[in-house]
T-cell receptor
Framework: KQEVTQIPAALSVPEGENLVLNCSFTDSAIYNLQWFRQDPGKGLTSLLLIQSSQREQTSGRLNASLDKSSGRSTLYIAASQPGDSATYLCAPARGYQKVTFGTGTKLQVIP | DGGITQSPKYLFRKEGQNVTLSCEQNLNHDAMYWYRQDPGQGLRLIYYSQIVNDFQKGDIAEGYSVSREKKESFPLTVTSAQKNPTAFYLC?????????????????FGAGSRLTVL
């Protein structure tokens, strides 16, 4: 059974800082991994999806990397802003019905 | 704008009542899903559907039922048999890969419905 761990569980940083969120998973036989953002009381918004054959994906200030063999993914946020404050979830997937979600990292960016 | 609409946003239920949560999508996605989110836990899959008139149990289907009579609609009924129904419920959809293709698709989520049992 896939297990997903996200460290740290919570993070508070000053505005402008670069930061890294970590995700580890136990079953490396995944097809892809998705990073999501969730604002309080809201649904999930997809940020990046990395296929198993890729090493990284970039979107604006976000960069996600994937090391499938070691069961790790990182989400790098450059020049953090208060609007980045949210919970970030990673979700490795092995098929459309076999998506496992981590419990997330709650990020607070202080102005 | 294309997206997923969940209603109601908040719902209160008395013990012993069945309630139905609505999920409608205009993305022309084939696959739809229901997840449950509890504090301190990752999302857990309740039911999913790949095509109209077909659906499969997820990891925690007991006490729930679904239907998929139309491509754009996937309502979830929380029955009185669900022992701990208070939670945040999320509906999602994705484009279905062709048969046998590997990989999950990008999941698009609705805004969620919060159910509280009184």
């Amino acid at each position: 059974k896939q297990e997903v761990t996200q460290i740290p569980a919570a993070l508070s940083v000053p505005e402008g800082e670069n930061l890294v969120l970590n995700c580890s998973f136990t079953d490396s036989a995944i097809y892809n991994l998705q990073w999501f953002r969730q604002d309080p009381g809201k649904g999930l918004t997809s940020l990046l999806l990395i296929q198993s054959s890729q090493r990284e994906q970039t979107s604006g200030r976000l960069n996600a990397s994937l090391d499938k063999s070691s069961g790790r993914s990182t989400l790098y946020i450059a020049a953090s802003q208060p609007g980045d404050s949210a919970t970030y979830l990673c979700a490795p997937a092995r098929g459309y019905q076999k998506v496992t979600f981590g419990t997330g990292t709650k990020l607070q960016v202080i102005p | 704008d294309g997206g997923i609409t969940q209603s109601p946003k908040y719902l209160f239920r008395k013990e012993g009542q069945n309630v139905t949560l609505s999920c409608e999508q205009n993305l022309n996605h084939d696959a739809m899903y229901w997840y449950r989110q509890d504090p301190g836990q990752g999302l857990r899959l309740i039911y999913y559907s790949q095509i109209v008139n077909d659906f499969q149990k997820g990891d925690i289907a007991e006490g729930y039922s679904v239907s998929r009579e139309k491509k754009e609609s996937f309502p979830l009924t929380v029955t009185s048999a669900q022992k701990n129904p208070t939670a945040f419920y999320l509906c999602a959809s994705s484009i279905q890969h062709r048969q046998g293709a590997r990989g999950a698709n990008v999941l698009t989520f609705g805004a969620g419905s919060r159910l509280t049992v009184l």
